[in-house]
């Protein structure tokens, strides 16, 4: 298969280089997979993009500044993000339906049981009163990291998931 470009946009603000994005795969739900190429003025590419052989050159797109962690969460917006938090994959935590029941009527999940319940008893209790009795979670909060390794999180993983939950 022959390279394919399917867009192109201005690396920097200046316009000294475009970015290329060179197919890589075309998925069955319509989407994409690319690559990323940088070109400057003497690549063939940057002719060929700049003569818009890809289509018009894109806009420089300034880097966004990373969101801060938050420090703190609420129990809705766990318990939502265990649900539907992309980062997890297909198989969430959680379902939908345990979040809901969690959130309104207490109801621990049973995949937060089974957390609590493979701990020592005396952090198990701990665990237990802090899951089913929070209305704020604290990422610094010693249990976010056991947690955490129970799901296969490092600290960054587990910074993401903060971030995304406090924009639920």
């Not at 997979?33 to 993009?49: F, K, M, N, W």
């Not at 980062?87 to 999940?109: D, H, R, S």
């Not at 009795?133 to 990422?139: E, K, Q």
């Amino acid at each position: 298969m022959a390279d394919e470009y399917i867009n192109s946009r201005w690396g920097d603000a200046a316009h000294s280089f475009v970015i290329v994005s060179r197919l890589i795969q075309r998925n069955e739900d319509g989407g994409t997979v690319t690559s990323e190429i940088e070109c400057h003025p003497d690549d063939e590419l940057y002719g060929r993009a700049t003569s818009q052989e890809f289509g018009a050159v894109g806009d420089y797109l300034a880097p966004v500044a990373a969101l801060p962690v938050p420090a703190e969460i609420s129990d809705r917006q766990f318990a939502q993000g265990l649900a539907t938090w992309q980062g997890f994959g297909a198989t969430k935590p959680i379902t939908q339906a345990e979040a809901l029941a969690w959130v309104k009527a207490g109801t621990l999940p049973a995949s937060m049981q089974q957390f609590v319940d493979n701990l020592p008893s005396d952090a198990a209790f701990a665990a237990n009163m802090l899951l089913s009795g929070a209305t704020i979670f604290n990422r610094a909060h010693p249990m976010v990291a056991t947690f955490g390794q129970a799901l296969g999180m490092d600290s960054a993983a587990l910074d993401a998931f903060w971030i995304f939950c406090s924009q639920l």
